[in-house]
């Protein structure tokens, strides 16, 4: 089992940053592909970034890339989303996932097996 909490959501204007972070517990979290998702009132989950277990292939959903960094530490066991020059189409609750299988670094949702409760983050214009 692994559980994971996220926190570093609040309010901010836009064109300003944010910090996300993701503390994963469990003895094999540090072995699994993380990712962020984002979901908007009446809107579906939506992928945002992904890092290997290594650390050493990141992804982004197209809408964030070059505003938005993902990164890991496995010897804290956590994640962590940097985000600058946000928008207010940024603006959802934002979770942390774990996937357990071995391989390619996936962007669908149902492909992860984990979730954390979620954190608010809210861009105001």
């Known amino acids: 089992q692994v559980q994971l909490v996220e926190s570093g959501g609040g309010l901010v204007q836009a064109g300003g940053s944010l910090r996300l972070s993701c503390a994963a517990s469990?003895?094999?979290?540090?072995?699994?592909?993380m990712g962020w998702f984002r979901q908007a009132p009446g809107k579906e989950r939506e992928f945002v970034a992904a890092?290997?277990?290594?650390?050493?292939?990141?992804h982004y959903a197209d809408s964030v890339k070059g505003r938005f960094t993902i990164s890991r530490d496995n010897a804290k066991n956590t994640v962590t989303l940097q985000m600058n020059s946000l928008k207010p189409e940024d603006t959802a609750v934002y979770y942390c996932?774990?996937?357990?299988?071995?391989?390619?670094?996936?962007?669908?949702?149902?492909?992860?097996?984990?979730w954390g409760q979620g954190t608010q983050v809210t861009v105001s214009s």
């Open positions: 996932a774990a996937d357990s299988s071995v391989g390619l670094v996936h962007t669908r949702w149902y492909q992860y097996d984990y």
């Open positions: 469990g003895r094999t979290a540090s072995s699994y592909a």
């Open positions: 890092i290997s277990w290594s650390g050493g292939s990141a």
